[in-house]
């Protein structure tokens, strides 16, 4: 037997002009093992030359099967779930869960709990906007300032450390407070790093705001319109990037945000500098959101609802009273049961609107845990930005967009 | 056999050893200052404050697989790397590093050859160089090495020019393509009223120095004009691919060219070995650290451009100002000469 090598056509000049685009286009796979996607993220782009023409993220390389877990584990098991879902800003994932949880059994935190609950969020929410700053100018080619602000996120993950043991995964929140006294160094470890940061963050800006480089690689380039911004649902700097005034600690406060006196700032252009400049402001704002809490904070009172059944008792009266001791040991073993109901909690998570949806049918395991992460549905508008940019310019959108793997795929 | 033939030989040999020791330790160095300038320590672990770290790194790198892709084209891939690391040191060859010594009774020139054309030949030796990223880049059947490839060859036929015509005004001034001549020039005094002053191009020249060093910047494919490695969207764009040594083979090509044009610019923009007490070698080094501490401090700090950004900062902005310069050096010559 013996092989036929067929002759190639010879293409005609006629026909090599009618060529149609698709066959001068390339197609780039983009991840999920690229440094810039921020995790396992797979963009497939098409291109003609560097410009974009399609752009169609891949998800689901880090899927764990986060809602499933909920559905399968007792309510106070899931708490350490929440962590690995955003890991950058692990206490806020604790906060609403925890807060979805509360409202279902119908109990609150005591005042002290509340308001270090709000400092621990607003920390988290500048260890994210951090971890995104340094990875951005990284991704748009300054290296320098993912070392600068990460040398700052340490002092976080010390006050993180101080306060619960853990530095990134912190499984800090617990149902009806905190079941751990507050060391006494963490108020002051707290005000120290309210005085170094601002400082530092202007460093930050002088080495960003006005550079030209860096200038015109944001301005103008993935711009969201305001109409497209809402019809994609997206939330956070995204969506006031583009100048839309939504944020969940306003238009529904949750904890003490009523109380706080805090502006929620607007970009205008919706272009990638808007949302820059818009989370550099939303990090001063949470600065003085902490000073205010820490301000207005009672220096004495209870840490945790000791009394409820829903609350894991003190360690001191379970080693003392028999009653709690058999409180704890039902509550560890069996857990706990809310009434039957559901509730929607959402809160202004560093990257937007994190929402909890959680069905309890009287057991205590819930029926459905549904978590609304804001990067999964802020990443649907990359298509929609990436078209007509050029290839350095997707990193900067996937920058933009805030996202963290874990918490897209779940 | 020639003994001036000889003395240029060894010299050659002594020029490329200490590049090549030179190019080691510019890479402890890019490390340390980057580690000052970004708020740590840097190597610290090999040998004392981390001195034995590029030889560690060296040795690290010629024990790693080798691996060649089964696409690749493997002539090509396993050429082009060596091509670029070549033609780096061999511009050294034009750089004067000072005038005649004597050694055991031989006058020995400090440079290995001065030809009337020197600075036509450094250019045409580093625009030869692109070739192995580009090849490299084409050979890996990688679109990323594509693209790498592609966006150098189109950053150094722009920067090309840009580098070439920003030093028409001092080959006007100097009326000399030889770099021993342009630096014989440079070590008169300039006498201004009470201030004497170094006759140093970048005096006479100070547009031209300015587009010189962006030029120089991008030639070397530095940040913020690192586009063809740009390891945050092409992954290391032309080298992705490469491993082992053949993959340091185009840093050291790198490093070296860093050296080389550093050197260069020194002795056409700095007076060279000139200097303001006795003239030697030791001053053409200290210029060529300023030269390179620029360029560490450049990477540390900027953000990189984008690639249309990049070719309109050179065609829209730096060609037009290189123009006017050369026309205004040239009506100044002609002035100074009575012939206007």
């Known amino acids: 037997m013996s092989l036929e090598i067929s002759q190639g056509t010879p293409v005609e000049i006629s026909e090599e002009r009618a060529l149609t685009d698709s066959r001068r286009q390339m197609v780039l796979n983009m991840g999920p093992q690229h440094p810039s996607t921020h995790g396992v993220l797979r963009v497939i782009l098409t291109m003609e030359g560097e410009t974009i023409v399609g752009c169609d993220p891949v998800l689901g390389y880090l899927h764990r099967g986060v809602e499933k877990l909920g559905e399968t584990h007792r309510y106070s098991q899931f708490v350490p779930w929440t962590d690995r879902t955003d890991y950058v800003a692990a206490p806020s994932n604790n906060l609403g869960y925890i807060l979805a949880v509360e409202r279902l059994c119908g109990i609150e935190a005591p005042e002290r709990a509340t308001y270090w609950r709000m400092i621990m969020g607003e920390l988290a929410r500048l260890a994210s906007h951090l971890v995104w ?22 002092l976080i993950l010390d006050i993180f450390e101080t306060f619960c043991g853990a530095r990134l995964t912190t499984n800090m929140m617990e149902m009806g407070g905190f079941s751990r006294p507050i060391p006494d160094n963490l108020p002051g470890m707290v005000r120290d790093f309210c005085n170094i940061f601002p400082e530092k963050q202007v460093e930050y800006e002088s080495l960003l705001s006005a550079n030209p480089i860096w200038l015109s690689r944001t301005r103008g380039v993935g711009v969201i319109e305001p109409d497209a911004a809402i019809s994609m649902s997206l939330t956070g700097a995204c969506l006031r990037g583009s100048g839309i005034n939504y944020d969940v600690r306003k238009a529904t406060p949750y904890l003490y945000y009523d109380r706080m006196d805090f502006e929620v700032p607007l970009g205008t252009r919706g272009d990638v500098y808007d949302r820059y400049l818009v989370r550099m402001e939303e990090m001063r704002q949470s600065i003085s959101i902490i000073e205010q809490c820490l301000d207005q904070m009672p220096t004495d009172g209870p840490l945790s609802l000791t009394e409820s059944p829903y609350v894991i008792p003190p360690h001191d ?94 | ?37 970004q708020d740590r320590v840097g190597p610290n672990r090999t040998g004392p404050v981390g001195l034995l770290q590029p030889i560690a790194d060296g040795i690290k790198l010629l024990v790693k697989e080798d691996i060649i892709p089964k696409h690749a084209d493997r002539r090509i891939f396993l050429l082009a790397p060596l091509l670029s690391f070549v033609l780096a040191p061999v511009a050294a060859a034009v750089i004067p590093f000072g005038d005649s010594i004597t050694v055991f009774g031989h006058e020995v020139n400090l440079y290995v050859a001065d030809i009337n054309v020197a ?163 030791w001053w053409l080094a200290l210029k060529a650290f300023i030269f390179l501490f620029f360029y560490i401090w450049l990477r540390t700090t900027v953000p990189r451009f984008r690639y249309d950004q990049l070719m309109g900062l050179a065609w829209k902005v730096l060609l037009p100002l290189v123009l006017i310069n050369i026309l205004l050096t040239g009506f100044i010559r002609l002035w100074g000469l009575g012939m206007l």
């Not at chain 1, 073993?333 to 994190?354: C, T």
């Not at chain 1, 802020?378 to 990193?395: E, F, I, K, W």
């Not at chain 2, 090849?135 to 966006?151: E, F, I, K, Q, V």
């Not at chain 2, 290391?236 to 490469?242: K, L, N, W």
Request: proline share 4%; with cysteine.
């Open chain 2, 119 to 281: 600075a036509l030949y450094f250019l045409a030796i580093g625009s030869m160089g692109v070739y192995g990223i580009i090849l490299g880049g084409y050979a890996s059947a990688n679109r990323y090495s594509l693209l790498g490839g592609l966006r150098s060859a189109a950053q150094v036929i722009s920067y090309e020019i840009i580098l070439g015509l920003s030093l028409v005004g001092v080959f006007i001034l100097s009326g000399s393509l030889s770099l021993v001549e342009i630096v014989n020039q440079q070590s008169e005094t300039l006498h201004l009223g009470p201030l004497q002053l170094p006759n140093w191009f970048i005096l006479s020249q100070p547009l031209a120095f300015v587009i010189f060093l962006i030029a120089a910047v991008a030639e070397t494919n530095r940040a913020p004009f690192d586009l063809p490695e740009a390891e945050t969207e092409l992954i290391g764009g032309f080298h992705t691919e490469y491993s082992g040594f053949r993959f340091s083979f185009f840093f050291l090509a790198e490093y070296i060219s860093m050296i080389v044009i550093s050197l260069f610019g020194a002795t056409i923009f700095l007076g060279g070995t000139d200097g303001p007490i006795r003239d030697g070698v």
């Open chain 1, 317 to 410: 009266s379970v080693m003392k009273t028999a009653e709690d001791m058999q409180r704890h040991f039902i509550w560890v073993i069996k857990g706990f049961s809310p009434p039957k109901g559901e509730v929607y909690q959402a809160i202004e998570h560093s990257k937007g609107e994190l929402g909890y949806y959680v069905v309890s049918d009287g057991t205590p395991i819930p029926y459905r845990v549904r978590l609304r992460t804001p990067d999964f549905v802020n990443l649907q508008s990359l298509p929609y930005m990436a078209q007509g940019a050029a290839l350095a310019d997707v990193v900067a959108l996937i920058g933009t967009i805030d996202i963290v793997l874990g918490s897209v795929d779940r």
């Open chain 2, 1 to 37: 056999m020639d003994a001036n033939l000889l003395s240029s030989y060894i010299f050659a040999v002594v020029v490329l050893n200490v590049l090549l020791g030179l190019m080691a330790y510019m890479t402890y160095l890019e490390r340390k200052l980057m580690a000052a300038m």
């Open chain 1, 133 to 154: 700053l340094g990875t951005h100018a990284l991704d748009i080619g300054a290296l320098s300032m993912s070392l600068y602000c990460f040398r700052e996120r340490e």
